[in-house]
């Protein structure tokens, strides 16, 4: 787990997050991310197509008391969010698995749900 935190810090780091930022974590697992940039973002949407995995993100969102953060089951093909919504856009896991097998449509559907001028950090 320490390498997906340290991970998760350096794409934190290089994504020029501005305070306040609405933010999608993509295939978000158990909140690793999410829950880092807790403390900067202003709303956080993560998305997963586990709902188990989800399951293990609420508790931890509970724990944390983080109020700010939404979890949504879904496909990262086919992301239910309009286009424009967010100021920045993480997909950690995706890039790794998902992108090996749908890699056009995934990039796609996380670009066009991003804000224009949203900094674009592929980690």
């Not at 350096?10 to 999410?34: F, H, Q, W, Y």
């Not at 973002?41 to 586990?50: L, P, R, V």
């Not at 093909?77 to 090996?100: E, M, W």
Request: net charge neutral.
């Amino acid at each position: 787990m320490l390498v997906l935190e340290q991970f998760s810090d350096e794409a934190i780091a290089a994504s020029k997050l501005k305070p306040n930022a609405t933010v999608l974590d993509v295939a978000c697992r158990p909140g690793t991310l999410a829950l880092r940039l807790a403390q900067q973002a202003g709303e956080i949407h993560g998305i997963d197509f586990s709902a188990a995995m989800l399951a293990n993100f609420k508790h931890k969102i509970e724990q944390s008391r983080h109020q700010h953060i939404e979890l949504h089951c879904g496909d990262a093909q086919t992301l239910p969010y309009t286009d424009n919504t967010f100021d920045a856009g993480f997909r950690n896991v995706v890039i790794r698995c998902v992108t090996k097998l749908f890699p056009v449509t995934t990039l796609s559907e996380l670009w066009t749900s991003m804000l224009k001028g949203a900094h674009r950090c592929r980690c």
